[in-house]
Nanobody
Framework: QVQLVESGGGLVQAGGSLRLSCAASGRTFSNYAMGWFRQAPGKEREFVAAISLIGRSTYYADFVKGRFTISRNNAKNALYLQMNSLKSEDTAVYYC??????????????????WGQGTQVTVTS
């Protein structure tokens, strides 16, 4: 079992930045591929970014490329999402997710085994 707890969400003006964190516990963090997803009101949960086991490789949804950066610190059992140049359409609950194994560029909700409770990001225009 892996427990994931997100933090760092909040209210920010368009063009601003936020850094989300996801603290993991329970199992060896470096054995898990990690991802960030988001869900806006009335919409399905969608893929944002993914990162490989040791953080060497990353993959992003087209709508965040060049603005968001996913990273991880396996020594701290932590996953991050640096969000810059935020837009009102980035408003959503952001979730971190974990999947055991080296298959890492996963974009479907069903491909992940564990989820955090989410953190709200609200971008005002």
């Amino acid at each position: 079992q892996v427990q994931l707890v997100e933090s760092g969400g909040g209210l920010v003006q368009a063009g601003g930045s936020l850094r989300l964190s996801c603290a993991a516990s329970g199992r060896t963090f470096s054995n898990y591929a990690m991802g960030w997803f988001r869900q806006a009101p009335g919409k399905e949960r969608e893929f944002v970014a993914a990162i490989s086991l040791i953080g060497r490789s990353t993959y992003y949804a087209d709508f965040v490329k060049g603005r968001f950066t996913i990273s991880r610190n396996n020594a701290k059992n932590a996953l991050y999402l640096q969000m810059n140049s935020l837009k009102s359409e980035d408003t959503a609950v952001y979730y971190c997710a974990a999947r055991y194994g080296s298959n890492w560029s996963l974009q479907n909700v069903d491909q992940y085994d564990y989820w955090g409770q989410g953190t709200q990001v609200t971008v005002t225009s």
